[in-house]
């Protein structure tokens, strides 16, 4: 029978790492968890988080192998380009959750998009006499 990993190991890694215990970091092997990272550089921080993802059947059983999925800033990513960046910026869940609650994103619009756009510049305007 083959169960689905439990929150409290799949958590493990992040856990330690929130406690200061500076856990290894592999490249390629990403860590479920909460994390922020700039988009770009000298940029804010936004939520991104790794989790495990698996379908069960009725009894708990898995019925396909898990998955790894990460969502940076609102927008799905993959856990394995993405887990370097992150790896080194872990956060509580009420810290991420605070972010998200912030307006950042996950489900709503991602905060690259929720500032408005700045208006286009004039070209040339027909109405000023020359």
Known sequence: MRRPTTRDKAYAWWRAALAGEKPPIHHGEPQPGYYTRALIRGGPQVPCSIWLEATVDADGE???????????????????????????????EADYMAMVGAGFAVGAKPAAEAAPEAPAPERGRLDVPY
Do not use: F, V
Request: charged residues 30%; glycine residues 6%.
């Open 62 to 92: 898995l019925t396909g192998p898990e998955i790894l999925k990460c969502e940076i800033d609102g927008r799905p990513a993959d856990p394995h380009e993405a887990w370097t960046w992150l790896a080194k910026r872990p956060i509580s």
